[in-house]
T-cell receptor, first 110, second 114 residues
Framework: GQSLEQPSEVTAVEGAIVQINCTYQTSGFYGLSWYQQHDGGAPTFLSYNALDGLEETGRFSSFLSRSDSYGYLLLQELQMKDSASYFCVGGGDSSYKLIFGSGTRLLVRP | DAGITQSPRHKVTETGTPVTLRCHQTENHRYMYWYRQDPGHGLRLIHYSYGVKDTDKGEVSDGYSVSRSKTEDFLLTLESATSSQTSVYFC?????????????FGQGTRLTVV
């Protein structure tokens, strides 16, 4: 089957760094992407990893290790507006499904 | 902003009635998806489409059907709505089915089945 597991909730202080982990079980995702969703809003794309290693986009970085079926999203210089839910998404196995992880709710405190 | 709209945005319906949600895109993207989101759950894939008339089941497809007769429209139908289908429904579009390109989401449809 296909499942992506994330911690349900993470709390961090403004200005700090936080890492959100994602472990997955699948027949073979092609890559891993990350989405952010604020309460009441729609998910928005943050990053994508097709290859092992680190991808950096501004304050956000994402890492993938396909051999370990593991990835993470790293958020630096946390801001209050980063309080949201974050989802890892696996895609592109033998089908065209985009499967969402269980989601991590990030709370940034002053 | 990507051109994707969902209609209706809110709907209240009675148990046992049929309901159709519409997703319309102006981006000419090949892939379209329907998800539901419930408290305590992430987004769960209901059905998806990889081209006109090409659809397949997702994780939670029971009780739902879809149709895609043209590129821009992807319809989700609840044949006989049940209270367990009360949820927020999101449509998404993507150029790629691998997740390698950004998927754009509609603003969601809040459906209440009473």
């Amino acid at each position: 089957g296909q499942s992506l597991e994330q911690p349900s909730e993470v709390t961090a202080v403004e200005g700090a760094i936080v890492q959100i982990n994602c472990t997955y079980q699948t027949s073979g995702f092609y890559g891993l992407s990350w989405y952010q969703q604020h309460d009441g809003g729609a998910p928005t794309f943050l990053s994508y990893n097709a290859l092992d290693g680190l991808e950096e986009t501004g304050r956000f970085s994402s890492f993938l290790s396909r051999s370990d079926s593991y990835g993470y999203l790293l958020l630096q210089e946390l801001q209050m507006k980063d309080s949201a839910s974050y989802f890892c998404v696996g895609g592109g196995d033998s089908s065209y499904k985009l499967i969402f992880g269980s989601g991590t709710r990030l709370l940034v405190r002053p | 902003d990507a051109g994707i709209t969902q209609s209706p945005r809110h709907k209240v319906t009675e148990t046992g009635t049929p309901v159709t949600l519409r997703c319309h895109q102006t981006e000419n993207h090949r892939y379209m998806y329907w998800y539901r989101q419930d408290p305590g759950h992430g987004l769960r894939l209901i059905h998806y489409s990889y081209g006109v008339k090409d659809t397949d089941k997702g994780e939670v497809s029971d009780g739902y059907s879809v149709s895609r007769s043209k590129t821009e429209d992807f319809l989700l139908t609840l044949e006989s709505a049940t209270s367990s289908q009360t949820s927020v429904y999101f449509c998404a579009i993507s150029e790629s089915g691998t997740g390698g390109t950004e998927a754009f989401f509609g603003q969601g449809t809040r459906l209440t089945v009473v």
